[in-house]
């Protein structure tokens, strides 16, 4: 890895991961990159954001999956109060929907967790230069056709059933909850079952919870 230039300020960054562990895994081989310095740490978005609004970093690489306030919320807030921040996401989830509304929420960079300091080091390099990085395996999940949304395969009233259902509530108790007969929920679900291509409540259940509609 080449040094910078002499005199050349650090790249300033924030560091945000709620497993302690992993942070501190993270930032020992950020620290490894010549030029680059981690300014601040964050265990949720809540945290990060307070962080960043302090230390007005380069660049934020944050997790997704934090308590609280997660990656993807934080991300959209950051992207909004600090539009010339650098941010990336480092994570273990490389599905293409992940990596979709983390860029529509601002990323402009994206590491899966396995990551080498030479990776490291491009990434920051990259998005420093060109204000991205994307690595190819990335960047392959971004081509991948993207899945239809909820609410382009339910209509409105097909989801407010999901979710109830996806709740564990019986027809009957939907139905009352609704003002709809036990009948016209039955046929709802049915609808759902066929559109979707799944045989059962259970199968409804985990539609609901991969398009996190509810929480499993």
Do not use: W
């Not at 402009?108 to 990551?115: H, M």
């Amino acid at each position: 890895m080449k040094s910078p230039p002499a005199g050349a300020l650090p790249v300033r960054i924030v560091l945000a991961d709620d497993h302690d562990m992993v942070r501190s895994g993270i930032k020992a081989l950020l620290l490894q990159i010549p030029g680059v310095a981690v300014v601040g740490e964050a265990s949720d978005g809540d945290e990060l954001i307070a962080a960043v609004d302090r230390l007005l970093p380069d660049i934020v690489m944050t997790d997704i999956s934090m308590p609280g306030m997660d990656g993807l919320t934080a991300l959209a807030k950051l992207h909004e109060r600090h539009p010339q921040a650098r941010l990336v996401i480092v994570s273990t989830h490389d599905t293409a929907d992940f990596i979709r509304r983390a860029v529509a929420n601002g990323a402009c960079g994206y590491l899966t967790k396995d990551a080498s300091t030479i990776e490291l080091a491009q990434a920051v390099r990259s998005v420093m230069a060109s204000g991205s990085y994307f690595s190819s395996l990335i960047a392959r999940r971004l081509l991948q056709p993207a899945e239809p949304t909820a609410d382009e395969e339910l209509t409105a009233r097909q989801l407010e059933i999901l979710g109830l259902l996806a709740q564990g509530l019986a027809s009957k108790e939907i139905a009352f909850k609704l003002g709809l007969s036990s009948k016209t929920v039955d046929v709802h679900r049915s609808r759902m079952m066929e559109r979707l291509g799944v045989h059962d409540v259970s199968g409804l259940t985990r539609y609901a919870i991969r398009k996190k509609l509810i929480q499993p």
